[in-house]
């Protein structure tokens, strides 16, 4: 039984979802093709309408120019302004004035197309002033709203592109900056190894030893072979190839007897005899 209702719920979800998809897609192909749609409308009209304000004259020509000047200036203040709120959110008021600046377009776009077919031409050139100044008014708040985007794009172009000038010139001069102060520095490397390899290791090269610049200056000139060798109490040291300097005890040497001093209370060693 659970079994089933788990078929059941997985079924259902998979129906949902693909009703789901479906529904995307078909209103994405609906929104195209509306899309589409109005694309070829508005070419087709555009086209009409430059085809009549150039082919023919008089009223029907003039309301012709109207309807394209208006629709041309509304069109591309709504591509500048759409392109550039997604880079300036500050456009985003600017948008909104042009959508209510476009009610109006709309509105006088729909009364030039209703007068291009009225029959009364006389009252349609009467009218025809006020037509031309009401047209005048929304394409100069149109352009004015076009040119005020692109200025500010291009002003913020320009402030990126002079700091960016700035910091290329401060890296090219910092790049370019030496001095002699800094060949001494480069070479000291090479003169500490120069003076590092005139000191040669105690037992290498030759077996020559080197001086030893290190002597007791308070031994006097009487000193022995014992004072250099440090065989006094307390010293010891021992210097040489692979060495190193440790203490020593002092060593304890015999006396000579012939130069022992004798004594008159002293006996004199008998010499042993035999039986």
Same mark, same amino acid.
């Given at each position: ?9 997985? +079924? ?28 070829? /409308?508005?070419?087709?009209? =555009? ?22 000047? +208006?629709?041309? *200036? ?12 997604? =880079? ?5 008021? *600017? ?16 009364? +030039?197309? /209703? ?27 149109? =352009? ?53 390899? *005139? ?77």
């Amino acid at each position: 039984m659970e079994a089933a209702i788990l078929i059941l719920t997985l +079924l259902f979800a998979f129906v949902a979802l693909g009703v789901y998809v479906t529904v995307k897609i078909v209103g994405a192909a609906k929104r195209g093709v509306e899309r589409t749609v109005t694309q070829a /409308r508005r070419t087709v009209e =555009e086209t009409t309408l430059r085809a009549k304000s150039y082919g023919q004259g008089g009223v029907v020509g003039e309301l012709a120019q109207l309807r394209l000047a +208006l629709r041309t *200036s509304m069109r591309a203040t709504q591509d500048a302004l759409q392109a550039g709120v997604a =880079e300036d959110a500050s456009l985003s008021e *600017s948008l909104a004035l042009f959508k209510r600046l476009s009610a109006h377009g709309h509105e006088l776009d729909d009364e +030039l197309k /209703r007068l291009e077919r009225e029959p009364d031409r006389a009252t349609v050139a009467s009218l025809l002033p006020g037509l031309r100044e009401r047209t005048e008014r929304i394409t100069h708040s149109a =352009e004015s709203l076009r040119w005020a985007a692109r200025d500010r794009a291009r002003k913020f172009a320009d402030d990126d592109l002079d700091a960016l000038s700035t910091q290329i010139d401060v890296e090219a001069g910092a790049l370019r900056h030496w001095s002699g102060a800094e060949t001494p520095d480069a070479d000291a490397p090479k003169a500490s190894h120069g003076a590092q390899a *005139s000191w040669p290791d105690a037992g290498t090269g030759d077996g020559a030893v080197p001086e030893q610049t290190w002597a007791d200056l308070e031994a006097g000139p009487e000193s022995g072979p014992q004072s250099r060798t440090g065989s006094g109490p307390g010293t010891g040291a021992q210097s040489g190839p692979g060495h190193t300097v440790a203490e020593q005890p002092p060593a304890i040497t015999a006396r000579d007897p012939r130069q022992q001093t004798t004594y008159p209370w002293q006996k004199s060693a008998r010499p042993e005899t035999t039986n």
